[in-house]
T-cell receptor, first 112, second 113 residues
Framework: GDSVTQMEGPVTLSEEAFLTINCTYTATGYPSLFWYVQYPGEGLQLLLKATKADDKGSNKGFEATYRKETTSFHLEKGSVQVSDSAVYFCALDPGTGNQFYFGTGTSLTVIP | NAGVTQTPKFRILKIGQSMTLQCTQDMNHNYMYWYRQDPGMGLKLIYYSVGAGITDKGEVPNGYNVSRSTTEDFPLRLELAAPSQTSVYFC????????????FGSGTRLTVV
């Protein structure tokens, strides 16, 4: 079935460090892929998305490329800030309209 | 534009009590969803709706019920609360999942004691 596997955390980085959070997926069709961010005490917010292979989603300095050959959608940012501290979720929409499949989340803490 | 509004934000229930978690959206989205979030487990789908009058079960529907009488509202009912229902509950909506993703509410933190 459809699923998402996300790298486990927590991840702690110094400010201005490079960030990669790995996400791989399993899907029978042609899913859309998403990254969501959750700040403490809040709901999830859409960070970026990609709807087909080779698409690159980007927002607020974050990027992720939909790679069908490796079934991956890794999140990257070149220089993290303290304000990026949050939990990041990778998600897959299989296209049925029924539900998304979410990874277990990766907690990121950025220290000054 | 309020987006997705959930009430209450926090609630403590005793075992066996019932309650309704409210969710309303003002974006005229057809698709609405209820997820629960447990630590280290990601989000699990409880129920979803693709339009007014239509609801269906997700992965973990036992102990819950929903209705969708209007486009705007999608309440989640807990009957006979159990400690296993202690969780954070999120409502979400979207006009088209694949193209827009979800808009989430801010969540309801429920503790059953």
């Amino acid at each position: 079935g459809d699923s998402v596997t996300q790298m486990e955390g927590p991840v702690t980085l110094s400010e201005e460090a490079f960030l990669t959070i790995n996400c791989t997926y399993t899907a029978t069709g042609y899913p859309s892929l998403f990254w969501y961010v959750q700040y403490p005490g809040e709901g999830l917010q859409l960070l970026l998305k990609a709807t087909k292979a080779d698409d690159k989603g980007s927002n607020k300095g974050f990027e992720a490329t939909y790679r069908k050959e490796t079934t991956s959608f890794h999140l990257e940012k070149g220089s993290v800030q303290v304000s990026d501290s949050a939990v990041y979720f990778c998600a897959l929409d299989p296209g049925t309209g029924n539900q998304f499949y979410f990874g277990t989340g990766t907690s990121l803490t950025v220290i000054p | 534009n309020a987006g997705v509004t959930q009430t209450p934000k926090f609630r403590i229930l005793k075992i066996g009590q019932s309650m309704t978690l409210q969710c309303t959206q003002d974006m005229n989205h057809n698709y609405m969803y209820w997820y629960r979030q447990d630590p280290g487990m990601g989000l699990k789908l409880i129920y979803y709706s693709v339009g007014a009058g239509i609801t269906d079960k997700g992965e973990v529907p036992n102990g819950y019920n929903v209705s969708r009488s209007t486009t705007e509202d999608f309440p989640l009912r807990l009957e006979l609360a159990a400690p296993s229902q202690t969780s954070v509950y999120f409502c979400a909506s979207t006009p088209r999942p694949a193209d827009y993703g979800y808009t989430f509410g801010s969540g309801t933190r429920l503790t059953v004691v």
